[in-house]
C-alpha cells in the first residue's frame, strides 16, 4: 500500500463540538465518540473528570467565546490540534452548540426593557459571532476535509418563548440567517452547513413550568432527549446528508405546528 494511503488509514474523523459539557452537547460527544470519531471539544469549563469519553481532557480547551479579543489565539490552538497525525489537519465536523440565555431573578425571561447593552453584546458574542468567527478560521480544514457545519438554534427563534429572552431569541433567528449564508458561501467549497433547532428537550437547565409547554404546545406530549437530538446533529455530518445543505431542522415534538 502506498505511504499515502497508509496514512489515510489511520486518520479519525474530528469533530469539534463548542458547548460539551451537559445536555445536548453532553450527548453529542458521546454519539460521535461511539462511532469512533476524535472529538476536540471548546467550553468556558474545563474538562469535567466524569466526562465519559477516553482522551477527553487532552482534546478539551478551555476559552470563553465572550473574549472576541482572544478569538486568534483560540483557534491557533484548535488548530495545533487539528495538526497532530490523528487528526492531520482535517476537520470533519463543526457543531456550535454553545449558547447563553440570561434571565432575570427567579428564572423570568428578559425581554427588551429588561436587556441593557452589556447583556446584547455577551449573548450574540457566544451565540451568533463566535459561529461565525470559527468558521472562517477554520475553513482551509473543513474544505480539506469536505466537512459539514451544524449550528444550533431553537424554536425561540421563529417564536417568542415563555423563558428564553429577547437577546437569545434574535441571536438564535440570527444564527438561521448566518447558517443560509454559509450554506451559500461554503457550497461551492464542499462544505455543508444546516442548523437544527430544539424545542424542549430534557436537559439540566429547563425552566420552571416546561411541564406547561409539554401539555399544552407539544403534540406528542413529551420532552425530546438529547440522544435524539445528537442522533441528528451526527446525520448531518456524515454522508446520509449529502445533499442537504441550508436547512434548518426542527427537532421539538411539533411544538412549531
Known amino acids: 500500500m502506498p505511504a499515502y494511503n497508509r496514512r489515510m488509514t489511520t486518520l ?16 453529542t ?12 471539544t471548546v467550553s468556558r469549563q474545563p474538562f469535567d473528570k466524569i466526562c465519559p469519553w477516553p482522551k477527553g481532557e487532552k482534546d478539551h480547551i478551555q476559552a470563553d467565546l465572550n473574549e472576541v479579543s482572544s478569538f486568534d489565539a483560540t483557534i491557533a490552538r484548535i488548530r495545533d490540534k487539528l ?8 476537520l470533519s465536523a463543526l457543531v456550535n452548540n454553545a ?15 429588561d436587556t441593557d447593552l452589556a447583556t446584547w453584546t455577551n449573548v450574540f458574542n457566544v451565540n451568533l459571532f463566535a ?21 444550533v438554534t431553537s424554536i425561540a427563534g421563529s ?3 415563555p423563558f428564553a429572552g429577547v437577546a437569545y431569541a434574535t441571536s438564535k433567528a440570527a444564527l438561521a440567517a448566518l447558517t443560509r449564508e454559509m450554506a451559500h458561501d461554503f457550497g461551492p467549497h464542499g462544505v455543508r452547513c444546516n442548523a437544527i433547532a430544539p424545542g424542549e428537550i430534557d436537559t439540566s437547565i429547563l425552566s420552571p413550568g416546561t411541564s406547561d409547554i ?3 404546545e407539544i403534540p406528542m406530549k413529551r420532552l425530546g432527549r438529547p440522544s435524539e437530538v445528537a442522533q441528528l446533529i451526527y446525520f448531518l455530518c456524515t454522508s446520509p446528508s449529502s445533499y442537504i445543505n441550508g436547512a434548518e431542522i426542527h427537532v421539538n415534538g411539533g411544538e412549531h405546528v
Not at 495538526?83 to 482535517?90: C, F, H, N, Q, R
Not at 459561529?131 to 451544524?150: D, M, N, Y
Open 99 to 113: 449558547g447563553i440565555s440570561p434571565k432575570l431573578k427567579g428564572g423570568q425571561r428578559m425581554g427588551v426593557l
Open 83 to 90: 495538526a497532530e497525525p490523528e487528526s492531520g489537519g482535517l
Open 29 to 40: 460527544v458521546k454519539h460521535f465518540h461511539a462511532a469512533e470519531w476524535r472529538v476536540i
Open 214 to 216: 409539554v401539555d399544552r
Open 131 to 151: 459561529t461565525a468567527l470559527l468558521a472562517r478560521g477554520l475553513f482551509a480544514e473543513l474544505k480539506a476535509a469536505q466537512g459539514s457545519v451544524v449550528n
Open 12 to 27: 479519525k474523523k474530528t469533530l469539534l463540538l463548542t458547548g460539551a459539557s451537559r445536555g445536548i452537547g453532553h450527548a
Open 159 to 161: 417564536k417568542v418563548h
